[in-house]
């Protein structure tokens, strides 16, 4: 992700002029639950409403999820990502961090009620297949794809339809998992990359996977 993050006092500054254009607006609800799933985010949820989900599921993988996420989503990052966020909210009530019912792990960086400036990262199983059509799909659509630190990714920014932001998405599937980035204003240098580093250590290689599915 190329574009490092901004201060937090320009990010509300600008949060907070932009929040007048939508004044009156109201979130869409949906579903969540108080034991820890995911739960709907405040105004636009994601940094357009149009992308489609990218495919979860049942996967074939010897990659491990996070055991420790949402809470530990500042473990998958290294310091110099994480000074770029510094005193920007992480998970906060009601803008949708959690786990899913499909084991995948949500983390959401964000000021709640902004008109923009967040980043939702989405990690989770994805069968192997599936991936490889729905990252070949974005490749079509003017994503850039290629294959590194041993697995896929594509990505692509784009001027926000409503507000004059960047937006985009970051993809990287590897060994059955999917790390889903989607942000709108706030895009850290090099958060992508800590967290393959954190799923994949440096110098680790992904044993052959065993024919047992993990979901």
Do not use: H
């Amino acid at each position: 992700m190329p574009r490092p993050a901004r201060t937090r006092s320009a990010l509300v500054a600008a949060s907070a002029a932009l929040a007048i254009l939508l004044a009156g607006c109201v979130a869409e609800p949906g579903p969540g639950s108080p034991s820890g799933t995911a739960t709907a985010i405040a105004p636009r949820p994601t940094p357009s409403g149009s992308i489609t989900p990218f495919p979860l599921g049942a996967s074939v993988s010897t990659t491990p999820l996070p055991a420790d996420l949402p809470q530990g989503c500042r473990d998958l990052l290294d310091a110099d990502v994480l000074a770029q966020l510094d005193g920007i909210p992480l998970n906060a009530e009601g803008m949708g961090g959690g786990i899913r019912e499909d084991s995948s792990r949500i983390c959401v960086w964000g000021e709640p009620g902004a008109a923009t400036t967040r980043l939702v990262t989405v990690i989770g199983y994805s069968p192997e297949r599936e991936a490889r059509d729905a990252l070949f799909a974005l490749g079509q659509d003017g994503f850039t794809c290629y294959e590194p630190q041993g697995g896929l990714r594509c990505e692509k920014t784009w001027t926000d339809p409503i507000l004059p932001v960047e937006d985009g998405r970051t993809l990287f599937w590897r060994d059955g998992v999917i790390v889903d980035t989607q942000y709108s204003n706030l895009s850290p240098d090099g958060y992508t990359d800590a967290v393959i580093a954190a799923l994949w250590p440096a110098g680790g290689r992904t044993p052959k996977p065993s024919p047992t599915p993990s979901g």
